[in-house]
T-cell receptor
């Protein structure tokens, strides 16, 4: 049972435009959410996180939004750069275990 | 600080064989988790170890097992390999089970022929 879902397997965006990656979850016990970025032949690296008591967190070009009522999480990348091309995983944490989505492959076209 | 290391990076086995993968966490990290990544399935949680004890286990058959040593290094073992076990196996470490961020190693790519 996939408790964290990323329904878009892939996304293509022009360089300089906004990339929006989406994630939905089903478990209301999740209290912390994270985004990881993964390049081929490397492990995922932590990108940005948000606590369930917030609805927005920014770090440079990356902003994560949390809509608890909709159980929806999104990652905005502005402006998108070719180096952002990677697979992005969202993850949710219960305080006990991490649950990961299936990933969205982002391609930023120069 | 050195990151999480995993050995070997690549492995080819045949059906029915068994395999052992190794993970060395970041120095000072005592919690180690293992994940299986396959296309379309994302990262599936295998198990988590802390202080040499398994804290959590995902929904995988008993052929998948692991252990953690006193220096926090961890190994996972898969017995009687099946074609469907071909995947990237990722290890992640954190300070302790309550840490809200995990740090991943590069993974071991296992191919079962």
């Amino acid at each position: 049972d996939q408790q964290v879902k990323q329904n878009s397997p892939s996304l293509s965006v022009q360089e300089g435009r906004i990339s929006i990656l989406n994630c939905d979850y089903t478990n209301s016990m999740f209290d912390y959410f994270l985004w990881y970025k993964k390049y081929p032949a490397e492990g995922p690296t932590f990108l940005i996180s948000i606590s369930s008591i917030k609805d927005k967190n920014e770090d440079g070009r990356f902003t994560v939004f949390l809509n608890k009522s909709a159980k929806h999480l999104s990652l905005h990348i502005v402006p998108s750069q070719p180096g952002d091309s990677a697979v992005y995983f969202c993850a949710a944490y219960t305080g006990n275990q991490f649950y990961f989505g299936t990933g969205t492959s982002l391609t930023v076209i120069p | 600080k050195a990151g999480v290391t995993q050995t070997p990076r690549y492995l080819i086995k045949t059906r029915g064989q068994q395999v052992t993968l190794s993970c060395s966490p970041i120095s000072g990290h005592r919690s180690v988790s293992w994940y299986q990544q396959t296309p379309g399935q994302g990262l599936q949680f295998l198990f988590e170890y802390f202080s040499e004890t398994q804290r959590n286990k995902g929904n995988f058959p008993g052929r998948f097992s692991g252990r953690q040593f006193s220096n926090s290094r961890s190994e996972m073992n898969v017995s009687t390999l099946e074609l469907g076990d071909s995947a990237l196996y990722l290890c992640a470490s954190s300070l302790d089970p309550r840490s809200d961020t995990q740090y991943f190693g590069p993974g071991t790519r296992l191919t079962v022929l």
